[in-house]
């Protein structure tokens, strides 16, 4: 391909989007190859006049001061820009050492070498408007894009046909052989490969590395390499402002190669002409949606259901268009493709993508919805709804199974901040009429890995505080300090208490009274490790005051003293009666006076405080009333009672249906599933779990750089 062909020049100035459109469809229709050079020359040189040397008025509205306009494009100065990138790569290749028809990995390394030697290095990489070969010819300045693009175009400016290019979610090699089955590196991503260029990509697949796609990526041939460079187009003049001439543009030539059907393998560019198709409906095309869900279907078609961003534009469409629950299960189905990598700092981008998804989108979204009155009141809204609440905890599934076996942690704080505040927005019978399961999860194994997590918050409380606990149905007990109360004496008529948990050791009586002793100061011991005096070891000792110990009591049967004859009630004044609580309250039983009714010695010294000791009182015997029991001590075969009245469910049973089924893959959420389906959300420990590996502080900021408006084949975000 010496120079330009007859019909090529006939088209010959451009002078409108109409002449782009006949121009590309005379490429595309042609019984030649397209010409990638030209194409990419045309491109670039109509983007830098409409964007970068595109000047804006201070301070005014820019939507009215941008008149319409389009550049001319006279033939002279694409056709010596086009001589000037052929005589550069045919100068600095000597042909005559490769004889061969295809091409070989030291031909591949020697063109990227000759596109990569003549680039500035002094150049940011990742500005914006860099990906055409107009940038290159011009200013010598190319983006990662652009130099894998240019590595292609100088292939087919030397004769090469088995060169093309493959196309990530972010990232661009070549492919080249008899059979297109070799790969090689020929351009950076990120900070700079330099080093790889040449290698093939063999070992970011097997590292499943998200910019390599697990061997899936897109494969072009030269129309939709043609595509390629049409949907990189990059219409942005500032942060704020596009240019309405190129994104029209943008939007022909996407449809020009969708009606031929060069798009239905290349969901990314789908996903581009939604997005156009969303600001500027063509009439009688098919819709967003349409678009969105066939980049979907191209996705799950033909690259095993690798790519994550044909489900992420269209969970951004459903979310700006209000359509909140079917967002959700989007998003959820982004999750579930990325689950298939492992992360490392070179996935920036998609990372970004999944950071705002959980940090900024979800929890506004639920804002939106609980201050929704109509909704609430006729539970309609996502809060109520047991397939949201699934998609929910999917989402952060894929994201935790994503992490796992990464060299790089995902989840830090912020993460799991947002998660408590975004789950305790559901509503507690959603979050009840759940069943979570475990994928190859017994539930020995996880009641067990559950216990672990509830003792490590437990340990961490003395030096962080208080636990936070979120309570969606039962109400908080204060813990009041008791006070001296009134002493009367103690009647030990009432039914013996049991020791369940308490070990016996030694032989005779004074043995196992002193081997009883010394478990109950183990215990203690065990429960904190501060010298303060356990509460209701004080109370005990007031009433050891009173009366005597019953030794048969610490040995597991009996009552806890005995029967004093001559016991005088003593009473005391009592002093700020509204804060403080009579001992008389937890020693005895106003039924019929049995000290510590219901209650065994390690139920006592599990007691927080003596005021806990109060919700353990023997109430009168009747029909309506039971014993609350202390949770430890419920049998396998009996039903736990609550300690509070629990609260009825928000939603009737009968319009919920029947539970909703969610599996869980990764370790992290199948360590949290039954707090997933409970009342009650215990907010440290979800953030323990979700950060055990990965204690990053994070200060998520919004910064605006000249990175934002980079050309990516993927749609810029929306605020």
């Known amino acids: 391909m010496a120079g330009f062909r007859e019909n090529e020049r006939q088209h010959f100035p451009l002078q409108s989007i109409q002449d782009v459109v006949d121009l590309f469809r005379d490429q595309l229709t042609g019984s030649d190859e397209p010409n990638l050079p030209l194409l990419s020359i045309v491109l670039g040189a109509i983007e830098n006049v409409l964007t970068v040397n595109r000047s804006l008025p201070g301070e005014i509205d820019h939507s009215k001061s941008l008149e319409p306009i389009f550049p001319v494009i006279e033939l002279e100065t694409v056709e010596a820009l086009y001589e000037k990138f052929v005589t550069h790569v045919k100068r600095s290749v000597d042909l005559t050492k490769f004889p061969c ?3 070989t990995r030291e031909l591949v390394k020697l063109v990227s070498d000759v596109i990569w030697s003549s680039l500035m290095r002094s150049f940011y990489k990742d500005k914006a408007h860099l990906q055409s070969l107009y940038s290159f010819l011009t200013g010598n300045k190319l983006d990662c894009f652009g130099v894998a693009f240019g590595v292609v175009a100088a292939f087919q400016v030397l004769g090469y046909k088995d060169v093309h290019l493959a196309l990530s979610e972010d990232h661009a090699w070549v492919t ?3 059979d297109l089955s070799e790969t090689a590196e020929v351009t950076w991503h990120g900070k700079g490969n330099e080093d790889k260029r040449g290698q093939p990509i063999t070992m970011g697949v097997s590292e499943k590395s998200w910019l390599y796609l697990n061997g899936q ?9 043609v595509a390629s460079i049409v949907s990189g187009i990059n219409p942005s003049i500032s942060a704020t402002v596009d240019s309405l001439e190129m994104g029209s543009l943008q939007q022909e030539l996407l449809w020009l190669l969708y009606d031929m059907d060069h798009l239905s393998r290349y969901p990314m560019a789908l996903g581009n002409l939604g997005d156009l198709e969303e600001i500027s409906p063509t009439p009688e095309r098919p819709p967003p949606m349409a678009l969105f869900n066939e980049a979907i279907q191209s996705s799950q078609e033909h690259y095993n259901n690798q790519h994550v961003y044909p489900y992420t534009y269209l969970g951004g469409f459903l979310y700006r268009k209000g359509h909140h629950k079917r967002a959700l299960q989007a998003w959820a189905d982004a999750a579930d493709a990325v689950r298939n990598y492992n992360y490392n700092r070179e996935d920036e981008e998609i990372y970004k993508e999944f950071l705002e998804i959980a940090n900024d989108l979800i929890p506004h979204m639920m804002k ?3 201050s929704d009155n109509a909704a609430r009141i006729h539970h309609t809204s996502l809060l109520y709804d047991p397939d949201c609440y699934a998609n929910f905890l999917r989402f952060y599934d894929g994201i935790c199974e994503w992490e796992e076996g990464s060299p790089t ?6 993460w799991a901040k947002q998660l408590v505040f975004s789950l305790s927005k559901f509503d507690v019978s959603v979050r009840e009429h759940i069943e979570v399961k475990g994928e190859g999860l017994e539930e020995d194994s996880s009641s067990s890995e559950e216990e672990e997590i509830e003792e490590e918050v437990n340990g961490r409380r003395g030096e962080e505080g208080e636990d936070k606990v979120i309570e969606d149905t039962e109400p908080v007990i204060s813990r009041r300090p008791g006070r001296k109360g009134r002493r009367s004496k103690i009647n ?3 039914p013996e208490s049991k020791v369940s948990d308490l070990k016996i050791k030694g032989e005779s009586n004074e043995d196992q009274i002193k081997s009883a002793i010394e478990d109950l100061v183990n215990k203690v011991g065990e429960e904190g490790q501060n010298d303060a005096t356990n509460p209701n070891i004080a109370a005990l000792a007031q009433a050891c005051s009173e009366s005597i110990l019953n030794p048969e009591y610490l040995l597991g049967g009996g009552d806890p003293f005995t029967t004093a004859t001559s016991t005088t009630t003593v009473t005391s004044t009592t002093t700020s009666a509204d804060s403080r609580i ?5 020693l005895s039983s106003k039924s019929n006076g049995s000290p510590f009714m219901g209650m065994t010695m390690d139920s006592v010294l599990k007691a927080e405080s003596p005021s806990d000791m109060i919700m353990f009182r023997k109430r009168p015997c009747s029909s309506a009333t039971r014993t609350p029991t202390p949770v430890s001590e419920i049998a396998p075969t009996q039903t736990q009672v609550s300690t509070t009245p629990p609260r009825t469910s928000s939603v009737p049973s009968h319009l919920l249906g029947p539970p909703t089924l969610v599996c869980l893959r990764s370790e992290k959420m199948k360590g949290l599933k039954k707090i997933f389906s409970s009342a009650k959300l215990n907010a440290s420990a979800i953030k323990l779990q979700l950060t055990a590996q990965s204690q990053v502080h994070f200060k998520h900021s919004k910064r605006s750089t000249d990175s934002e408006l980079a050309t990516h084949r993927k749609r ?4």
């Open 716 to 719: 810029s975000r929306r605020e």
């Open 176 to 178: 080249f052989g008899q």
């Open 217 to 225: 990526p897109v494969l072009c041939t030269r129309q939709m390499e």
């Open 101 to 103: 028809d295809v091409a």
């Open 582 to 586: 009579d001992m008389h309250d937890f």
């Open 409 to 414: 942690p995902v989840l830090h704080i912020t």
């Open 492 to 494: 030990n008529n009432g």
């Open 368 to 370: 939106i919805v609980a």
